[in-house]
T-cell receptor
């Protein structure tokens, strides 16, 4: 089992462009979580998804950010019209079931120039 | 509101010395607490959780509800313990983790 995969590992975008971050959960896991880590801070919860459903998006900024986890394929975190403040490390985690241990991916480091 | 506080950004100890990484939390419900560790160039991984009451790699942590603390301890530090350590609180039945800012542990020889 390769573990949680995230790509790309590094992403550079100019202000105003779109960023798409992908997360493939561990085999057999149907629960996905996205976290953001700003410099010098801990990871902050963004969104929790199950296949085709957003369960909790209480940590998502109201505008420009969206997430999906389709029936087939990876989970996508999409950031439209990126700004410098979006520069951060974005981590994805997956779990087998509700409330079970979360396994983390290596993260995607987004830099907005 | 839920919050996790790790007061030390960096803790530097000599090999063989005792280690205590501090963690305090704020949560009105029944807390479930974890310690995660990130070694150099590796991904974040679970070290231990309070409900299992295990000792992992010589580390233990006791939940003190009176002091709202979950400090991580090890009696004799090893060089391979050098890493970033995050304390985390689980809310919503484990579906949302609230992390502290992390403490870098450096074990010097």
């Amino acid at each position: 089992n390769a573990g949680v995969m995230q790509n790309p590992r590094h992403l550079v975008r100019r202000r105003g462009q779109e960023a798409r971050l992908r997360c493939s959960p561990m085999k057999g896991h149907s629960h996905v979580y996205w976290y953001r880590q700003l410099p010098e801070e801990g990871l902050k919860f963004m969104v929790y998804l199950q296949k085709e459903n957003i369960i909790d998006e209480s940590g998502m900024p109201k505008e420009r950010f969206s997430a999906e986890f389709p029936k087939e394929g990876p989970s996508i975190l999409r950031i439209q019209q990126v700004v410098r403040g979006d520069s951060a490390a974005y981590f994805c985690a997956s779990s087998l079931r509700d409330g079970y241990e979360q396994y983390f991916g290596p993260g995607t480091r987004l830099t907005v120039t | 509101a839920q919050r996790v506080t790790q007061p030390e950004k960096l803790l530097s100890v000599f090999k063989g010395a005792p280690v205590e990484l501090k963690c305090n939390y704020s949560y009105s419900g029944s807390p479930e607490l974890f310690w995660y560790v990130q070694y150099s160039r590796q991904r974040l991984q679970l070290l231990l959780r309070h409900i299992s009451r295990e000792s992992i790699k010589g580390f233990t942590a006791d939940l003190n509800k009176g002091e709202t603390s979950f400090h991580l301890k090890k009696p004799f530090a090893q060089e391979e313990d050098s890493a970033m350590y995050y304390c985390a609180l689980s809310v919503l039945y484990g579906n949302k983790l609230v992390f502290g800012a992390g403490t870098i542990l450096r074990v010097k020889s």
